[in-house]
Nanobody, 115 residues
Framework: VQLQASGGGLVQAGGSLRLSCAAS????????MGWYRQAPGKQRESVAT???????NYADSVKGRFTISRDNAKSTLYLQMHGLKLEYTAVYFC??????????WGQGTLVTVSS
């Protein structure tokens, strides 16, 4: 199983980006999917998650700015980000849980928010 994250880049504060994460390989059943991020010098933190049933959860710091979604037919996860702040600069990692127990991670995509 491989996860390919894309969509990161350099954006000005207040701008928008859309991250994508495409899963490939033999996956019997995908359960939760989500995004973490790791800023320089900080621990990795959860940003948003979405269950197989479409229930979403967000970190308080991104509520109202980020929207997580998934296309089950394409095994693809998205993160639409609006109103980006300087403190959102980080490497964003996607993950998925398969068959209720296996966790797979993407390679990360860098989001840099400039003033």
């Amino acid at each position: 199983v491989q996860l390919q994250a894309s969509g990161g880049g350099l954006v000005q504060a207040g701008g928008s980006l859309r991250l994508s994460c495409a899963a490939s390989g033999s996956i019997f059943r995908i359960n939760d999917m989500g995004w973490y991020r790791q800023a320089p010098g900080k621990q990795r933190e959860s940003v948003a998650t979405v269950t197989s049933g479409g229930i979403t959860n967000y970190a308080d710091s991104v509520k109202g700015r980020f929207t997580i979604s998934r296309d089950n037919a394409k095994s693809t996860l998205y993160l639409q980000m609006h109103g980006l702040k300087l403190e959102y600069t980080a490497v964003y990692f996607c993950y998925l849980v398969a068959s209720g127990q296996y966790v797979y991670w993407g390679q990360g995509t860098l989001v840099t928010v400039s003033s």
